[in-house]
C-alpha cells in the first residue's frame, strides 16, 4: 500500500509541474508493475517526491530540447564520448537528476516498461552465475538479476557508480573481476560511443563459450549524452551480426512513429 501511496503522490507532484503529463503513462497494473514499482520506491524512499518530480521533468525538458534540435538537422547535438563525459558524466548534479528521471521512465513509460519485461521474462530461461554489466547508469539491470549470481558493475561515470550502489548495495563489485563472463548487459550504451562496433568486439571476447550477452538500443532518440545515431533497427542487427555474435532471441519496442529501442539477446 505504501508503494501505492507513492505513486500516486509523484503523479500529482508531476501533473503539478506539467499539467497533462501523466494521460500518455504506462497503464500496466500487472505483477511486473507492482513488482518494479516497489523496488524504485525503495530506492526513493528517502527523497521528498516533490524532488523526484521535479529530476524526471528536468529529464523530459533536456529530451524535448534535444528533439527539436534533432528534427531540424537529423542528428544528435552531442558529437563525441569525449563531449559526453565532460558535460554529463562527470557533472554530478546532472547525473543525479538525469539517471532518477531515467530510472521512472523504465515504469512511467510503456516502451520502457515493455522492454523491462521482455528482459525479466527471457534472461530467466538462460543459465548463468557470473554477471557483467557495462555502463550500469542507476543499476537497474543488475538489481533484477544480482539474487544467487556473481554480479560486476562497471561505468565511466563515477557519479553513476554512486548511484548503482545505493541501488544495489554492497551485493555486487562496482569493477570487472573476471576475465570472462556467462551474461553480459549492455544497455543503452551504444548509443553513447564513438565506435560502437569497438565496444561489441570487446564484449564478444569477455563471453564465455556458451555465454549470453543482452543488448538495447535506442533508435532515433536524441538526449543530452547519445552521440552515436542509429537510424533504424536493422542497423543494429547488422552491427552486432557483423560481430560475429548470433541473435537468438529480439523485440523492438516503439514509443511513436519514430524512435524506438531494440532489445536482442546474442550468443557467440
Same mark, same amino acid.
Given at each position: 500500500?505504501?508503494?501505492?501511496? #507513492? @505513486?500516486?503522490?509523484?503523479?500529482?507532484?508531476?501533473? /503539478?509541474?506539467?499539467?497533462?503529463?501523466?494521460?500518455? $503513462?504506462?497503464?500496466?497494473?500487472?505483477?511486473?508493475?507492482?513488482?518494479?514499482?516497489?523496488?524504485? !520506491?525503495?530506492?526513493?524512499?528517502?527523497?521528498?517526491?516533490?524532488?523526484?518530480?521535479?529530476? @524526471?521533468?528536468?529529464?523530459?525538458?533536456?529530451?524535448?530540447?534535444?528533439?527539436?534540435?534533432? #528534427?531540424?538537422? +537529423?542528428?544528435?547535438?552531442?558529437?563525441?564520448?569525449?563531449?559526453?563525459?565532460?558535460?554529463? *558524466?562527470?557533472?554530478?548534479?546532472?547525473?543525479?537528476? @538525469?539517471?532518477?528521471?531515467?530510472?521512472?521512465?523504465?515504469?512511467? +513509460?510503456?516502451?520502457?516498461?515493455?522492454?523491462?519485461?521482455? #528482459? /525479466?521474462?527471457?534472461?530467466?530461461?538462460?543459465? #548463468?552465475?557470473?554477471?557483467?554489466?557495462? &555502463?550500469? &547508469?542507476?543499476?537497474?539491470?543488475?538489481?533484477?538479476?544480482?539474487?544467487?549470481?556473481?554480479?560486476?558493475?562497471?561505468? =565511466?561515470?563515477?557519479?553513476?557508480?554512486?548511484?548503482?550502489?545505493? %541501488?544495489?548495495?554492497?551485493?555486487?563489485? *562496482?569493477?570487472?573481476?573476471?576475465?570472462? @563472463?556467462?551474461?553480459?548487459?549492455?544497455?543503452?550504451?551504444?548509443?553513447?560511443?564513438?565506435?560502437?562496433?569497438? %565496444?561489441?568486439?570487446?564484449?564478444?571476447?569477455?563471453?564465455?563459450?556458451?555465454?549470453?550477452? +543482452?543488448?538495447?538500443?535506442?533508435?532515433? !532518440?536524441?538526449?543530452?549524452?547519445?552521440?552515436?545515431?542509429?537510424?533504424?533497427?536493422?542497423?543494429?542487427?547488422?552491427?552486432?551480426?557483423?560481430?560475429?555474435?548470433?541473435?537468438?532471441?529480439?523485440?523492438?519496442? !516503439?514509443?511513436?512513429?519514430?524512435?524506438?529501442? =531494440?532489445?536482442? $539477446?546474442?550468443?557467440?
Amino acid at each position: 500500500m505504501e508503494n501505492v501511496k #507513492f @505513486y500516486r503522490m509523484l503523479l500529482r507532484e508531476i501533473e /503539478k509541474i506539467g499539467p497533462g503529463h501523466t494521460k500518455r $503513462f504506462n497503464k500496466s497494473r500487472s505483477a511486473d508493475f507492482f513488482e518494479l514499482l516497489k523496488l524504485i !520506491a525503495e530506492y526513493f524512499k528517502d527523497d521528498p517526491v516533490e524532488n523526484i518530480a521535479r529530476d @524526471y521533468m528536468h529529464m523530459v525538458a533536456d529530451m524535448r530540447r534535444e528533439m527539436k534540435v534533432f #528534427f531540424k538537422t +537529423w542528428e544528435y547535438s552531442c558529437k563525441s564520448q569525449a563531449e559526453a563525459y565532460e558535460k554529463v *558524466y562527470s557533472q554530478p548534479e546532472i547525473m543525479s537528476y @538525469y539517471m532518477n528521471g531515467l530510472l521512472l521512465s523504465q515504469l512511467l +513509460w510503456k516502451h520502457h516498461f515493455k522492454l523491462y519485461q521482455f #528482459f /525479466k521474462k527471457n534472461v530467466s530461461m538462460f543459465s #548463468f552465475q557470473d554477471v557483467l554489466e557495462i &555502463g550500469a &547508469g542507476h543499476g537497474l539491470y543488475s538489481a533484477m538479476v544480482k539474487k544467487g549470481h556473481n554480479v560486476d558493475v562497471s561505468d =565511466v561515470s563515477e557519479e553513476s557508480l554512486v548511484i548503482t550502489r545505493r %541501488m544495489l548495495g554492497d551485493d555486487v563489485n *562496482y569493477s570487472q573481476t573476471k576475465e570472462q @563472463y556467462d551474461l553480459i548487459i549492455l544497455g543503452e550504451v551504444l548509443e553513447h560511443l564513438d565506435d560502437p562496433v569497438a %565496444m561489441l568486439k570487446n564484449v564478444k571476447s569477455l563471453l564465455k563459450e556458451d555465454g549470453v550477452l +543482452w543488448v538495447s538500443v535506442p533508435v532515433n !532518440a536524441p538526449a543530452i549524452d547519445h552521440v552515436y545515431l542509429f537510424k533504424n533497427k536493422n542497423e543494429v542487427h547488422k552491427m552486432i551480426e557483423g560481430v560475429g555474435l548470433k541473435v537468438i532471441n529480439k523485440v523492438v519496442v !516503439a514509443a511513436d512513429s519514430m524512435t524506438q529501442i =531494440v532489445g536482442i $539477446f546474442c550468443k557467440l
